[in-house]
């Protein structure tokens, strides 16, 4: 996995980069920077699956960097303060440790990491052999299956582990992932236009550029992440 760390202490960047070397020998650190603004020149030419990143840097929060980050990477942040910890959560962060990091907790991140993704890797071999059915797609859901057709569902969010289908008249709760759906929806009717929100691009009357914000035709708002503006801008002009 490719790595990047983010801390304006050079001591910390380096102690943190030894002990993933010795308990993540299968991340591949490509960079350990302490700015905002070098994360970000980074994270435009490399492939970035994993991050950690210190909060408070001397050019600002890292979360302002969370737009610039690929959408299925996974974020760890690393901060001595304990008062960002509901932010983080709320910003989607895999995992959050205080500093000075206590080796057992960061081997215990790494654990998780190793689990997702073998349970992602087994996940995304099921969903290669699903298939859209004359429009109709199986969702999984608390009470059993449920079928629906594509152009039915307006989009979709992330919440946890599960994902939260909305449909023109209601919703659906599943237990798969934003991945999976990622995976098994057609590309040329869907986008993921953020971390937490895959999008029918039918569905979609106005792109607020300025704000970043979808307004579908259910009224729904939904954000666009940095990373994915210029594409969506280009699959959404036809003349």
């Known amino acids: 996995m490719n790595t990047l ?17 010795t308990h993540f020998p299968e991340a591949n650190i490509v960079g350990s920077v302490p700015s905002i603004e070098q994360a970000r020149k980074l994270l435009k030419t490399e492939q970035i699956d994993l991050l950690f990143l210190d909060i408070q840097l001397q050019d600002g929060l890292s979360f302002d960097i969370l737009d610039d980050v690929p959408l299925n990477s996974k974020v760890i942040f690393i901060t001595a303060y304990e008062k960002y910890a509901i932010e983080a959560i709320r910003k989607g962060a895999f995992d959050y440790l205080l500093k000075p990091i206590n080796v ?15 349970m992602e890797n087994e996940q995304f ?37 599960y994902t939260i289908v909305c449909l023109k008249n209601n919703t659906i709760t599943s237990s798969k992932n934003l991945k999976m ?35 579908l035709s259910d009224g729904a708002e939904i954000p666009v992440a940095k990373s994915r503006k210029d594409l969506l801008t280009r699959r959404l002009i036809h003349v």
């Open 181 to 215: 759906f990622e995976v098994i929806l057609p590309e040329s009717l869907f986008m993921r236009v953020h971390h937490s929100y895959l999008v029918n691009l039918s569905q979609i009357i106005r792109f607020k550029k300025d704000d970043a914000m979808l307004v």
């Open 104 to 118: 057992t907790e960061l081997k215990k991140c790494i654990e998780r990491i190793r689990e997702l993704r073998e």
């Open 5 to 21: 760390i983010v801390d304006d202490v050079k001591l910390s960047r380096d102690g943190l980069a030894a002990l993933i070397n």
């Open 125 to 161: 071999e099921k969903a290669s052999d699903s298939i859209v059915f004359k429009g109709k797609i199986g969702i999984s859901s608390m009470d059993g299956i449920e079928y629906v057709n594509t152009s039915e569902i307006n989009y979709l969010k992330a919440d946890g582990k």
